[in-house]
């Protein structure tokens, strides 16, 4: 009974080169939702995905940064030409439908930008 | 005002004491309120979830909500050295865009 997905666990890119972070939900769960957590601070939504939808983006940065939920596959997140201050752990969770609130989170990938 | 606010800690206390950990947040509107574990390097597990206010219970653990007040807890009892970790509320809407507090970093000493 796998958990929610995530890899890499950690990468490592220079600034300009572009970051790909991938998530599978949990089986059954068909919502995705993605979080930063930066050092020292809160976890900071970003955006909620459904198979090829995109619900929720309010708090993903406008630029560089875009996310998918493809029909097949799993969730990508993609930051393009990375800087330092995207250095952080990023975090997905998934939920069933009609769940409420009840999201359950991955391990997490820790991206390091040099 | 911040929209959800969480004393960070550190809290350290003795194995087998009763802890209370508590937020405050400032949108009426939440109905959702979630109480997460993060240990280092780790994802937030799930820990307590309640809808609208009132007590929960879980083992050794009780999440009660205020609404009135907009004040969260969490409470442990007979604290374990394994319970050392850090602990998220998140109160949120209906669309899994859960808000969350900084973390109160707990520490039990065996």
């Known amino acids: 009974n796998a958990g929610v997905m995530q890899n890499p666990r950690h990468l490592v890119r220079r600034r300009g080169q572009e970051a790909r972070l991938r998530c599978s939900p949990m089986?059954?769960?068909?919502?995705v939702y993605w979080y930063r957590q930066l050092p020292e601070e809160g976890l900071k939504f970003m955006v909620y995905l459904q198979k090829e939808n995109i619900i929720d983006e309010s708090g993903m940065p406008k630029e560089r940064f875009s996310a998918e939920f493809p029909k097949e596959g799993p969730s990508i997140l993609r930051i393009q030409q990375v800087v330092r201050g995207d250095s952080a752990a990023y975090f997905c969770?998934?939920?069933?439908?009609?769940?409420?609130?009840?999201?359950?989170f991955g391990e997490g990938s820790w991206l390091t930008v040099v | 005002q911040k929209e959800v606010e969480q004393d960070p800690g550190p809290l350290s206390v003795p194995e087998g004491a009763i802890v209370s950990l508590n937020c405050t947040y400032s949108?009426?509107?939440?109905?959702?309120f979630m109480w997460y574990r993060q240990y280092s390097r780790k994802g937030p597990e799930l820990l307590m979830y309640?809808?609208?206010?009132g007590n929960k219970e879980d083992g050794r653990f009780t999440a009660q909500v205020d609404k009135s007040s907009k004040y969260i807890s969490l409470f442990i009892r007979d604290s374990q050295p394994s319970d050392s970790a850090t602990y998220l509320c998140a109160p949120g809407g209906s669309q899994g865009n859960l808000i969350f507090g900084k973390g109160t970093k707990l520490s039990v000493k065996p």
């Open positions: 089986k059954g769960h068909s919502h």
């Open positions: 969770a998934s939920s069933p439908r009609d769940s409420g609130n009840t999201i359950y």
């Open positions: 309640t809808y609208s206010s």
């Open positions: 949108n009426s509107a939440f109905q959702y």
